[in-house]
């Protein structure tokens, strides 16, 4: 197999692939290699890239299918495949993604098939702040008492993309529209990573709102207790980026956030990324 040069990024995940350029063809024997490091990391850093969206968009499908994306507004003209990321005014109006994943979240946890990974390339950062944390949900389920873990294996939760409270800054047509398209969806509280056998918890802050046969009062002390063991500081790494990072994590074994950590009113506080996505498959 390929040897990949790893530089571990916290204890609890996240590594770093050094010395890659993944605008190159890469090998059949780097792509099992990489999809092993993202098993064992769930989260890989590759630094100093320079993609086009076309060489972004051909490293993503080295894993898999794109996941289609629906949000039409906030795609890139030439290449829908790409979610854009920004604080970039559009149309001389705020971006809509600019306070994108405020919360604690997985991503599309609020559809059927919630995806398998995403990857985010940055192209412009601020010079300080606009970081992105990621807390590992393996470790999270493993660190519950034997009890509570058998308490919460088998339960399933209802993800309701309405229950996001930030949806009242956005644009209300297109809010509107989101939250139509996506009606709420049942999800496994536990659920086994296909590729390591793993269990994880799997959570979003404000959309899994509640646990399927409890009322939301019963539910929330649960969830808010699962959480807050999730998102525990020695359970995180977090991303301070660089232009040129693309940072690829595995939407199956963790949660991430980007705190609101640098002020967007400063025009010299650029952030625009561009994340392409990775279809399921669903998991058990
Ligand atoms: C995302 C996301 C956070 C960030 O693109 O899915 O949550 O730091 N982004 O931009
Ligand atoms: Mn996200």
Redesign the pocket.
Known sequence: MSALSIRRLSDALGAEVEDIDIAQDLSGETVVALRQALADHCVLLFRGQSLTPAQHIAFTKRFGPLQELTLASYLHQEHPEI?V?SNKPVDGKPSDTRR??RRW?T?MCYTPQPCRG?L?YALEVPPVG???VFANMQRAYDGLSDGLRAAIDGLSTVHDLSKVEDFKNRDPAATAKIVADNPPVEHPLVWTHPDSGRKALFLSDQIAYRITGMTEAESRPILDYLLVQAIRIENTYRHQWRAGDLVFWDNRSVM???PEDYDMSDPANV?H?H?TTLAGPPMV
Do not use: N, P
Request: net charge neutral; hydrophobic share 30%; charged share 25%.
């Open positions: 979610f990321v994108t994943g979240h991503d995403s985010l606009g970081d992105t991430h956030c980007a952030r990324m994340r």
